[in-house]
């Protein structure tokens, strides 16, 4: 073979090999670029960002487009839709007179709470056609006294509902469990009273008493309360009645102090509706749904005495079912987090990820059963007595849950996010929602590290040797103390 036969041999040979190699290539890039896709999906164009009622918890809110807010100078809506609205008629709902048939009214409602959650967040507060669902459902009854034609529901149930409905959206949570709390404030009504401000129970009330407002003492018959703006009117876009918390002075200046306590009276005194002026400036970071706005009275107002009760130390564990907003937004998160997993694109959990969630679901389970447990208590203690009130000391035990409720939440918070990774970034995601809405919830003085209500005071009660150490020294089967041993604790 010649040498120019070789050289052209040889070239022919690595042009082969070359090309052989350029093909090869190729297909690995494809292969390769296609699994980054299937491991990194690009989100869709048009992703719908409403779920359907048999995904209570799809990832596919992970991919809903965001909603800006609601600009300052867009009117809010007062009110909420009719009770005849074809919507609402449309839901089929039952006559509210059972927890039974409340909750079986909440199942019915559900996918239109989640259809509204987004725009209820955007106009920060639940839209008018969730605020009548959930009114026409039952769930601004639960507290209203049972013999006033309310349901007096138990805390177990009241926790329920406050979780169920904050597994969907926290802020119209929010708006049940402060629309419902107050209506048991109608037990220190006089019938005379009752039957002019509640002549049936359907009338949603709100109470503020941020900042206390200025009551004086006119005569034994009548308070005058002047001019005041309380904050954090929670659900105020769906009521029809409205409390001020006041503190009062006697006509000539001094502070009146209560009796029972010793500290300076506070009262909370049913507002005439005309001369209350609801103020659009609730614009927060999360639970924006509750519509906390504030509200003020526009001028000084005499208020008989009747439509007014003494809320010096309110012993009632009003604020307890808060407690199942964030039982709530937990599950949520968990939802959210095995949507996700369980996704066909997603990787496979491995060993790191199955050992945290499973952190996750046993956290998630303690704070469930645990807060089952405070209600159980609560309701027992309750109907052993012929007041139905918590002692003191009772009352700050159950106040100063809200501290390990916070751990436990920001524990399953900081698992699911970190399990989510960056499918939780988007602003206007289910999951973006439940963060911001935990921000703002663990501002609320029930969560607070530093003024949590009761804590001090039960710490103080028991290096003094006033208090036991908790529910667990009573023994087991838990005993309750009668009226009597509660009137010795500070009733």
């Known amino acids: 073979m010649t040498t120019d036969a070789l050289i052209t041999l040889v070239a022919v040979m690595v042009g082969l090999l070359l090309l052989i190699a350029l093909v090869g290539g190729t297909v690995v890039a494809v292969l390769l670029w296609r699994r980054q896709r299937r491991r990194h999906p690009r989100p869709a ?13 799809s990832a596919a809110g992970a991919a809903a487009p965001r909603r800006e807010r609601r600009a300052t100078t867009e009117p809010v809506p007062k009110g909420d839709v009719p009770a005849d609205d074809p919507r ?10 059972s927890t039974d048939a409340v909750f079986r009214n909440l199942e019915k409602i559900k996918p239109l709470l989640r259809e509204e959650a987004a725009e209820s967040d955007r106009i920060a507060r639940t839209t008018p056609l969730a605020g009548r669902a959930m009114r026409s459902a039952g769930l601004f009854l639960w507290c209203f006294p049972a013999e006033r034609g309310g349901l007096d529901a138990s805390h177990a149930d009241r926790l329920e509902a406050a979780a169920q409905v904050a597994r969907i959206d926290a802020g119209m949570s929010w708006t049940m469990v402060i629309l419902s709390s107050h209506g048991d404030c109608v037990a220190y009504l006089d019938d005379e009273a009752c ?15 941020v900042p206390f407002a200025r009551a004086v003492e006119i ?55 005309d001369k209350v002026r609801q103020i659009d400036d609730w614009d927060p970071l999360g639970v924006r749904s509750s519509g906390s706005s504030s509200y003020e009275l526009v001028e000084a107002v005499d208020i008989p005495r009747t439509h007014t009760y003494n809320d010096t130390r309110d012993l009632r564990p009003f604020r307890f079912p808060f407690f199942g907003i964030a039982m709530g937004i937990a599950q949520h998160l968990v939802d959210l987090t095995v949507e996700t997993l369980r996704s066909p694109r997603a990787e496979p959990a491995d060993a790191y990820a199955a050992s945290v969630l499973g952190d996750a679901l046993a956290s998630l389970d303690m704070l469930v059963l645990g807060l089952r447990g405070y209600a159980s208590y609560i309701d027992e203690a309750r109907e052993g007595r012929t007041s139905r009130a918590l002692t003191v000391d009772e009352s700050n035990w159950i106040h100063s849950g809200g501290v390990p409720v916070r751990d436990l939440l920001l524990k399953i918070r900081d698992i699911t996010a970190d399990l989510s990774g960056t499918r939780y970034v988007p602003a206007g995601s289910e999951f973006a929602r439940a ?37 667990w020294e009573s023994g087991w089967p838990v005993r309750f103390p009668a009226d009597d041993d509660a009137a010795g604790s500070g009733e």
């Open 45 to 57: 164009r048009t992703a719908a960002g409403r779920q359907t009622p048999a995904t209570p918890a």
């Open 88 to 97: 609402i008629l449309a839901l089929g709902l039952e006559a509210p007179t």
């Open 195 to 209: 039957a002019t401000l509640y002549p049936t129970a359907d009338i949603p009330t709100v109470y503020s008493a």
């Open 219 to 273: 005569d034994a018959q009548t308070y005058r309360i002047e001019p005041a703006r309380w904050r954090l009117g929670s659900g105020g876009y769906h009521a029809e009645r409205w409390i001020g918390g006041a503190k009062v002075w006697d006509s000539a200046g001094n502070p009146v102090i209560d009796e029972a306590t010793g500290w300076q009276k506070v009262i909370g005194a049913w507002l005439p509706e």
């Open 435 to 471: 963060l911001r809405d935990i921000d703002v919830i663990l501002a609320h003085v029930l969560f607070r590290l530093t003024i949590t209500p009761g804590k001090r005071e039960r710490v103080q009660g028991v290096l003094a040797g006033s208090a036991p150490l908790g529910v």
